[in-house]
């Protein structure tokens, strides 16, 4: 049995930062590639960051990118999103997904990854 499970998320007040994690048992993350995804209420679930399998390639959503960053600790068996000058548009649940041997990417779309963590709330709000 693999599990697959995201923590970190909480109430911010807009401009703060949180750091999501994405942690991993019974494999290893260093074999997948692994999305980060997000869904609020009445909206489509959004890929907001991708690293590929082994850490060569990364993606971000334009409506993160130079505010969010996805990065690869091996020893721990954990992918991260850190997420700083957070807006209130931000506020969704945050999914981690994983998916083997996709070493080539350039999107994150939601049907490349089959394995799908729990979620983790982020309310970024005063």
């Known amino acids: 049995q693999s599990q697959l499970v995201e923590s970190g998320g909480g109430l911010v007040q807009p401009g703060g930062s949180l750091r999501l994690s994405c942690s991993a048992s019974?494999?290893?993350?260093?074999?997948?590639?692994i999305g980060w995804f997000r869904q609020a209420p009445g909206k489509e679930r959004e890929g907001i960051s991708c690293?590929?399998?082994?850490?060569?390639?990364?993606h971000y959503a334009d409506s993160v990118k130079g505010r969010f960053a996805i990065s690869r600790d091996n020893a721990k068996n954990t992918v991260y999103l850190q997420m700083n000058s957070l807006k209130p548009e931000d506020t969704a649940v945050y999914y981690c997904?994983?998916?083997?041997?996709?070493?080539?990417?350039?999107?994150?779309?939601?049907?490349?990854?089959?394995?799908w963590g729990q979620g983790t709330q982020v309310t970024v709000s005063s």
């Open positions: 019974g494999f290893t993350l260093d074999y997948y590639a």
């Open positions: 997904a994983a998916e083997p041997n996709l070493f080539i990417l350039t999107s994150c779309p939601g049907e490349d990854f089959h394995s």
């Open positions: 690293i590929s399998t082994r850490g060569g390639a990364t």
